[in-house]
């Protein structure tokens, strides 16, 4: 039966809202950073989620916020150049207009975590959304215990917002840690996957939550080793991307077994997800 | 279930009245839609008279969700330099001949389209409808509405026919129902033998219309698929899959959908278009950088069948979400489609 009282007049869920590109700059090779915000009134949304971003006339494609929603005048993306949408949006400039939607998804669970140990495991571009709880925290920093942020990325030349981890290595109220997978000269940090500076903080994770987030791949390895240094599942988090399509949980593009990526995720709790076979 | 519930009509119309009430509202240019006859089978369309309408007709080829989800539905115009806006294209339509199992489908897209947050093009359509539904008169070669509880249906449509032989019982189930009766001048009221007589068309199509038997009741579906994930039915099935999506297609309850932009050749403006998708497709769960979350066949049939009966169910108050019309069964060429067969499988392994 229909269960709502739409009419003509109501609000249509796929309509985009027009948003202006208030600053852009690529951040390396392939990763553009870009400052937005809606031309009618300010975005308001929660740490994890996401919009779905239009170009008249290529598509739409799904971009998780960067920024949190304590940082005022503008939100922030970090797009990819990856197909059509992607592409186009690279090519845009400062003052171009695109279409949102949004926010979406349930985001993370910000008023949970307060007052625990966070532990943040972020595999490349994955840093991006974890980032958006990030700085939650950082400005809401006496409400959370301590910070704890492992970075690692594919190679050097990849990196992501690499003046915020400098900053954040040199921080007094957070340990920021990072590696790159493949050695290079103007590199002297740590060399390896991610889940090799899992055993430099074991300290850290014991009664931590940790929030993991990166390519599908690595789940699987940052799971295990987590496994390992014994933190239970129930205490750790995982950002789910899917191909979200409409949004709303109507397409079916987004699912997970029964779950709708764009409804009830993309951050999960692993224990919770114990009946969802697809998700790792 | 007799009369006297709803105060709502109930009519007995013979075959030329019917023809006459058609005729007219065909006249007055209420936009008819009705089964015809497609070659040898059957296709909802548009009718020209009311001669073309055949309620004797087993099944259709493609559900009639396509008046509610068209294939290809253009959701907002765009201007490149001026933003978006929405289309609502709906209309009134009058759709005669929807079977008990289609009008059971559509109850459940209602549901699923208008819950959380409401789909205003599905609702726009749906609410301009009028839909007169029909009992099954010859049932199809695949049909197993009687297992799915799908064989008679009560609720959801504004008019329901059913023929009784010499001349059909219609009943009103709606105001726009009630005012759609009332254009048949001087019918008279059904009787209480006419009202037995319908009573018997429910008996026989509730028995008759099973030409496939689950060997459980649909209710237990969810249960059974709960330990069914890791079957070997999965891969025995999808061995010889085609992952041509016919499935989905010809599916009242499949409503997986794409969103496609169109650029004029002015570059300038386009539409914003949804168009049917199917999970059984390979490129289903593709994201950006390749990455395929469901790119085993075996993964994308199962899929299917757990929301048919597990996922959809969860969200529609607990109706399994397969509706026994057999279409699946008759549209996939290398006949593994079939529920049914399916879940028996699982069940010669699986006890409940």
Known sequence: MIECSCDKNSKDIYLPELATIKKRRMMNGTELYMQLELDASPLVYKPGQFVEVSVAGVGEAPISISSSPTQKGFFELVVRNAGNVTKKLHQMSQGDKVGIRGPFGKGYPADEMKGRDLVFVCGGIGLVPQRSFINYVLDNRPDYGEVTILQGTKCFSMRVYREECEQWAHRGDLTFMETVDEAHDCWTGNVGVVTTLIPKIESKLKGAAVFVCGPPVMYKFVLMSLAEAEVPREDVYVNLERRMKCGVGKCGHCQINHHYVCQDGPVYNYAALGTAPEAI | MLTGNRNMSIKKLDRKALGRLIDGLIAANRNVIGVKAKGDRFAFGKLDSADELRLDYDVTLLPPRKYFQPQVETLLTFKVSDGYKPVDDSAEMILVGVHPYDMVAINQMDTIFSQDQCDKHYVMRRQKATIIACDVVNASKNVFASEMGTAVVREGYDVLL??????????????????????????????????????????????????????????????????????????????????????????????????????????????????????????????????NFRKKRADRFRHRLYRKGMYVPAKIGGQIACVGCGRCVGACIPDIANPVAVYNRILEDIKL
Do not use: M
């Not at chain 2, 709606?174 to 048949?184: Q, S």
């Not at chain 2, 429910?202 to 249960?223: E, I, V």
């Not at chain 2, 989905?248 to 932009?261: E, G, S």
């Open chain 2, 162 to 291: 059913t023929d009784i032989g010499d001349s059909f019982v219609a009943e009103a189930a709606t105001e726009k129902g009630e005012a759609l009766l009332a254009l048949a001048k001087g019918a008279a009221d059904a009787n209480k033998a006419d009202l037995q007589k319908r009573e018997q068309v429910w008996a026989r199509n509730k028995a008759a219309l099973g030409r496939h038997k689950l060997g459980c009741k649909p209710s237990d579906l969810p249960k059974l698929l709960e330990k069914a994930y890791g079957h070997a039915v999965w891969e025995e099935k999808a061995e010889t899959c085609y992952s041509c999506g016919s499935c989905n297609q010809v599916c009242p309850t499949c409503y997986c959908f794409d969103v496609q932009d169109r650029l004029n050749w002015d570059l300038q403006s386009g539409q914003r278009n949804r168009v049917w998708d199917g999970c059984l497709l390979e490129q289903f769960a593709v994201v950006a950088g390749n990455h």
